[in-house]
């Protein structure tokens, strides 16, 4: 077998040269500074953040990294090198929503969004590189948002905290974008810390950054993008969203993260008319259930044994919820027959990646295992990386 676990992205200096020699081949003169954010995933408490719930995701060392200077005369110029062609131009003041199509209404929203809040920004020149997959459920989007908050904010002297730059920067998705997304990942991108998951309690934006050191433990967490390209916008996101809310309003409550876990068999039989929502209202409060029995676990030092909650809210995932995929239930369950502790889809589902927590020695052979039932099975190669828990947005330089 070749080794199913390759390096994951190159170290933040040489993307920092690479992207600052990009800007200056693009714009003509060295930027102003260098900004990163990075990718997530998602530990446990999915489709928890829009129903008032706990998240506990962590950043990925993949990261977007932002090239800037600020202008004067208002225009905004945006260039990706994942974008073919010259930079997109804009005018800071013509903003408004709902944005154009493509990779910079994520950026351009969030200009809109601050200039929206009466922050006072105006035009900038910005070049992005990323060694975040895209589409793959690991939040490049975020990380393109929240790299532009952080560059902004440093520009023009906003003093923002790193909440409301994660704040902001959902109301670029949900207003100019258009994607009903919640808070998880654009806080994780912004405020998460390496060597550490973040229990992010999505009702009160409330924050703890919870130890996640598995190298130690003699664990880790592989990630498996199941290269089935995963898009939110396409409604069935929004439809999960509403199911949740119709559920809420159902049985008089603001939001689900209301229903205690105790009361769980009284609140189905309430939702008894209507099996669709019921569905979506299980998981939910289940899963906020597994959030804080992971915490608890995490907490006794005891990693090794949140493997079967991963492994349930998986199922919760597919069967109740309705997001999983055939290829994110082979990597499940065949990370789970070799032998790995716990298994499940990560981020918004309908594609993109799963996470494995597995013992170091059995990485390599449960990774090939995985790649080998894709093959079997006729699907696309999986990419294999391990997810080691890293720095939230940060300036370079
Ligand atoms: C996507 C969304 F953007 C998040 O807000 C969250 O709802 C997630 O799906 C599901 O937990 O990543």
Known sequence: ??????????????????TAAAFRAVYGAAPTGLWAAPGRVNLIGEHTDYN????????????????????????????????????????????????????????????????????????????YDSTVPTGAGLSSSAALEV?????????????????????????AENAFVGVPCGIMDQTAAACCTAGHALLLDTRDLARRQVPFDLAAGGLRLL???????????????????????????????????????????????????????????????????????????????DTRAIGPLLTAGHASLRDDFTVSCAELDLAVDTARAAGALGARMTGGGFGGSAIVLVEAAAAAAVGAAVTDAFAAAGHTAPRIFPAVPSAGAHCLA
Request: aromatic share 4%; glycine share 12%.
């Open 1 to 18: 077998h070749g080794a199913a676990v390759p390096t994951p992205a190159p170290a933040h200096e040489h993307g920092a040269r690479r």
């Open 52 to 127: 008032g719930g706990f998240v506990l995701p962590l950043a990925l060392p993949h990261t977007t990294v932002a090239a800037a200077t600020a202008r004067t005369d208002g225009v905004l110029r945006l260039h990706s090198s994942d974008a073919d062609g010259g930079p997109v131009e804009l005018r800071a003041d013509d903003l408004r929503p709902p944005g154009a199509g493509g990779w910079a209404a994520y950026p351009a929203g969030v200009v809109w969004a601050m200039r929206a809040a009466g922050l006072p920004v105006g035009g900038a020149d910005l070049h």
């Open 223 to 301: 990630v498996v993008d199941t290269r089935v390209r995963h898009a939110l916008a396409d409604g069935a996101y929004a439809q999960r969203r509403a199911g949740c809310e119709r559920g809420a309003r159902a049985l008089g409550v603001h939001t689900l993260r209301e229903v205690p876990y105790a009361r769980l068999p009284e609140t189905l039989d309430a939702l008894a008319g209507e099996p669709a929502v019921q569905a979506l209202v299980r998981h939910v409060v289940t899963e906020n259930h597994r959030v804080e029995e992971v915490i608890a676990r995490l907490d006794a030092g």
């Open 147 to 171: 790299v532009t908050a952080l560059a902004l904010n440093d520009l023009y002297g906003l003093g923002l905290d790193r909440q409301r730059l994660a704040t902001l920067a959902q109301r």
